[in-house]
């Protein structure tokens, strides 16, 4: 239901922008986000986005990454500039969604695109 897109192989401060598009039946979609896992460490929450447009960040990406979504889309970008080696890690989007009225929301995960930033 949730399909990302756009990791790939980037110098360090170089720029690469990950999309995740909501498919499939959604009644309402709420807050979506980005997730990253680095080798051997554990999550870790990146960005979010409220159905609003109120955004928060992980302090070590403040500054560099833009979290933006839209709406009529149902799609949530990541865009990272002067990525460094230590964001390499495969990258994850999230959404609560509900799926029909009167449901309850659900939380669900994209499967991952890997983002490698070489030094």
């Known amino acids: 239901q949730l399909q990302a897109s756009g990791g790939g192989l980037v110098q360090a401060g170089g720029s690469l922008r990950l999309s995740c598009a909501a498919s499939g039946t959604i009644f309402s979609l709420y807050a979506m986000g980005w997730h990253r896992q680095a080798p051997g460490k554990r999550r870790e929450l990146v960005a979010t986005?409220?159905?609003?447009?109120?955004?928060s960040y992980v302090d070590s990406v403040k500054g560099r990454f833009t979290i933006s979504r839209d709406n009529a889309k149902n799609t949530v970008y990541l865009q990272m500039n002067t990525l460094k080696p230590e964001d390499k890690a495969v990258y994850y989007c999230a959404a609560d969604i509900k799926v029909e009225r009167g449901t309850r929301v659900g939380n669900y995960w994209g499967q991952g695109t890997q983002v490698t930033v070489s030094s």
């Open positions: 986005i409220t159905s609003s447009g109120t955004t």
